[in-house]
T-cell receptor, first 109, second 110 residues
Framework: EDQVTQSPEALRLQEGESSSLNCSYT??????LFWYRQDPGKGPEFLFT???AGEEKEKERLKATLTKKESFLHITAPKPEDSATYLC??????????FGPGTRLSVLP | NAGVTQTPKFQVLKTGQSMTLQCAQD?????MSWYRQDPGMGLRLIHY???????DQGEVPNGYNVSRSTTEDFPLRLLSAAPSQTSVYFC?????????FGPGTRLTVL
C-alpha cells in the first residue's frame, strides 16, 4: 500500500533560520512527487513536481529535492509570510494521489 | 480564469439530510477529483473523474455520489448526511500531474 509520512508535524522557526521539512514515501512505480502549500481556510496551492531521484526544483526561498525514498523541502532564510502547512503527495503508475498529513510551519518575526 | 470554484463555502446539515456540493473549473481539465480533509489525516480521495461521463471511486467513497455530465462541472452529492461526514471538502482539477484545488467547503453535520 502506498504511504506518505511527513516530519516534523509542526516546526517553529525564527525569521532567517533555515531548515528542512521531510516527506518519506513508499510507492511502487513513482510517477511524481508533489509539494503544496496550504494557508488556513484555503485550498492547497501547487508548488513543485519532482519526477526522479536527484531532481531539484527551486522557487524563491524554497528548494525541493528527491531521493528514492524521501523528499526534502528546504527553506532558506524564511520570512513570516512563509508560515503555512506544507503538504507532500505522491502518485504511482495507475494509482491516484496519496497525500501526507502535512507539516505546520510557523516563522516568527 | 477563475480556476476551480466551489460552492457553498460553509454548510450546516442535520443528520439524514442530503445536499450537493458544487465544483466547476474553467481550465478545460479532463481530470477532476473530490477530497475530504480531516485533522491529522491528510487529504483523502472520495471520487474522481478522468473525463465527461467517466467517474470512479477513491479511498473513501461511501455515502457520496458523483456524476460528470460536462468537462467543467463535477458535483458531489451527500445522500444522507452523517456526523462522520463533518469535514472540509476540496475539489481539484488537473491536466498532466499537477492538481489545482478549489477554496473548499466546510461542512458540519449535526
Amino acid at each position: 500500500e502506498d504511504q506518505v509520512t511527513q516530519s516534523p508535524e509542526a516546526l517553529r522557526l525564527q525569521e532567517g533560520e533555515s531548515s528542512s521539512l521531510n516527506c518519506s514515501y513508499t510507492v511502487s512505480g513513482l510517477r511524481g512527487l508533489f509539494w503544496y502549500r496550504q494557508d488556513p481556510g484555503k485550498g492547497p496551492e501547487f508548488l513543485f513536481t519532482l519526477y526522479s531521484a536527484g531532481e531539484e526544483k527551486e522557487k524563491e526561498r524554497l528548494k525541493a529535492t528527491l531521493t528514492k525514498k524521501e523528499s526534502f523541502l528546504h527553506i532558506t532564510a524564511p520570512k513570516p509570510e512563509d508560515s503555512a502547512t506544507y503538504l507532500c503527495a505522491v502518485q504511482a503508475a495507475g494509482q491516484n494521489f496519496v497525500f501526507g498529513p502535512g507539516t505546520r510551519l510557523s516563522v516568527l518575526p | 480564469n477563475a480556476g476551480v470554484t466551489q460552492t457553498p463555502k460553509f454548510q450546516v446539515l442535520k443528520t439524514g439530510q442530503s445536499m450537493t456540493l458544487q465544483c466547476a473549473q474553467d481550465m478545460n481539465h479532463e481530470y477532476m477529483s473530490w477530497y475530504r480533509q480531516d485533522p491529522g489525516m491528510g487529504l483523502r480521495l472520495i471520487h474522481y473523474s478522468v473525463g465527461a461521463g467517466i467517474t470512479d471511486q477513491g479511498e473513501v467513497p461511501n455515502g457520496y455520489n458523483v456524476s460528470r455530465s460536462t468537462t467543467e462541472d463535477f458535483p458531489l452529492r451527500l445522500l444522507s448526511a452523517a456526523p462522520s461526514q463533518t469535514s472540509v471538502y476540496f475539489c481539484a482539477s488537473s491536466r498532466g500531474l499537477a492538481q489545482f484545488f478549489g477554496p473548499g467547503t466546510r461542512l458540519t453535520v449535526l
